[in-house]
């Protein structure tokens, strides 16, 4: 009995790191005595499984990434193609070549900032992304980004409401904050309902100040509130 026993244990051990490499999902269990080694090998599974999620999570955030600046770079890149061949044919004192002219400036332009974004998000991702912080009159800021986006909201029939921010001041690198109200801004523009109002408002609790957009969707959400940020972090 007293020689069975432990070999018994054995036994339930080596069961125990099988089940774990066949079926990693499936917890393990073990007799009352083996209580805490059960504890143990339960942890490294949960452990296993959180590092496999974060492996296929970076692939597909991976694959958003090279899906979003294919089809973001192949717009503005056909544009330029078809506009120069145009030109071409048609020869640069044409009828229409000072319309060609303002397109391809557009669209260098757009794909000028797009490789802009692809090298900032680079360094951001590598931590490092230079940042200079000054003084900065939040509610100015923001009045000036939204002027910005004013004539593109009013065709979309869009309302914007800024709150009264009380002369809130940060410390902020101008030139980051600005992206991120022009991707805030740029996304009301393209996912609020027509005929709605937008909000902006700034709160401060002495040390820290929240800045709240809120708006109306113009499709139905059917996902969870952390899928819809991650999808607008990517």
């Known amino acids: 009995y007293f020689i069975r026993k432990p070999l018994r244990f054995i036994d339930n051990l080596?069961?125990?790191?099988?089940?774990?490499?066949?079926?990693?999902?499936?917890?393990?269990e073990l007799p009352e005595?083996?209580?805490?080694?059960?504890?143990?090998l339960n942890a490294v599974r949960q452990d296993a499984l959180r590092s496999?999620?974060?492996?296929?999570?970076?692939?597909?955030?991976?694959?958003?990434?090279?899906?979003?600046?294919?089809?973001?770079?192949?717009?503005?890149?056909?544009?330029?193609?078809?506009?120069?061949?145009?030109?071409?044919?048609?020869?640069?004192?044409g009828e229409h070549a000072e319309e060609y002219?303002?397109?391809?400036?557009?669209?260098?332009?757009?794909?000028?900032?797009?490789?802009?974004?692809l090298v900032e998000a680079s360094k951001a991702a590598s931590g490092t992304l230079p940042v200079s912080c000054a003084p900065m009159n939040l509610e100015e800021f923001i009045r000036q980004c939204t002027g910005e986006y004013e004539e593109e909201l009013k065709k979309r029939d869009l309302t914007l409401v800024v709150g009264d921010m009380h002369d809130l001041r940060v410390m902020a690198d101008g030139r980051h904050i600005w992206r991120v109200f022009d991707n805030l801004l740029g996304n009301v523009r393209k996912y609020a309902m027509p005929g709605?109002?937008?909000?902006?408002?700034?709160?401060?609790?002495?040390?820290?100040?929240?800045?709240?957009?809120?708006?109306?969707?113009?499709?139905?959400?059917?996902?969870?509130p952390d899928e819809l940020m991650e999808r607008f972090v990517r």
């Open 52 to 93: 496999e999620a974060a492996m296929r999570e970076a692939e597909q955030r991976k694959n958003d990434l090279i899906t979003y600046l294919a089809h973001d770079l192949k717009t503005p890149l056909t544009a330029l193609i078809s506009y120069i061949d145009l030109m071409k044919r048609e020869g640069v004192n």
């Open 14 to 28: 080596v069961e125990a790191s099988q089940q774990l490499a066949r079926e990693p999902t499936r917890p393990i």
């Open 196 to 224: 709605t109002r937008v909000y902006i408002d700034a709160f401060s609790d002495g040390r820290q100040v929240a800045v709240l957009v809120r708006n109306i969707s113009k499709n139905q959400l059917n996902i969870s």
């Open 33 to 40: 005595l083996l209580s805490p080694v059960a504890d143990r």
């Open 101 to 117: 002219l303002n397109v391809l400036d557009r669209q260098s332009q757009r794909l000028k900032k797009l490789t802009e974004d």
